[in-house]
């Protein structure tokens, strides 16, 4: 199935299967701690535009992946949180490998030097995706945040780049 997928750049146009998505992954509970979907202006203002990327099967988007900053300073302009979100029909399958390796190509081309993942500690697969690709857990964040009147804590993890340093 993996190779039936293509990767490719998205941009306005997806931002309804995009938000889909996203949205499954909020009904997860261990994806992120936002509870609604963004809109298109305010998601597109908070990600890095030469990092936006989705996985295709089938004329449908099945995956995406994306950056944003993790501070406006420059020292740090090499620097960007990961995002990666998988439909629910195609987890375990493969995409997330192929679109975190690719988002990891396109972050070197355009001169990242660390990324980092900061994941829900109970979201396993994703710290294990992260892990087979590169990325060393170097923190432990107790307690972070506080969803439905749940305490969570999350995982930290960060990837530097061979190319760069």
């Known amino acids: 199935m993996v190779s039936n997928i293509k990767i490719a750049y998205f ?3 997806d931002w309804s299967q995009i938000a889909t998505i996203y949205k499954e992954g909020i009904d997860t509970g261990i994806a992120t701690f936002e509870t609604q979907i ?6 597109n203002i908070a990600h890095i535009t ?11 988007v099945v995956g995406w992946a994306a950056l944003t900053p993790t501070s406006k ?7 960007a949180e990961v995002s990666i979100y998988i439909t629910s029909k195609c987890r ?7 679109l975190l390796s690719q988002l990891i190509n396109e972050s070197e081309k355009h001169g990242f030097w660390t990324l980092q ?5 109970l979201n396993i697969p994703s710290i294990n995706l992260h892990k087979s690709l590169g990325f060393r857990e170097i923190g432990y964040r107790e307690k972070v945040g506080k969803l439905d009147n749940i305490w969570y ?3 930290i993890l960060e990837r530097r780049s061979t190319l760069i340093i």
């Open 11 to 13: 941009n306005q146009n």
């Open 38 to 43: 963004p809109t298109w202006e305010q998601w």
């Open 50 to 60: 030469s990092c936006r990327i989705k996985a295709v099967l089938h004329d449908k």
């Open 73 to 79: 300073r420059e020292v740090y302009k090499g620097v």
């Open 92 to 98: 375990n399958l493969g995409v997330g490998k192929l």
């Open 117 to 121: 993942a900061s994941v829900f500690s």
């Open 153 to 155: 804590d999350n995982t």
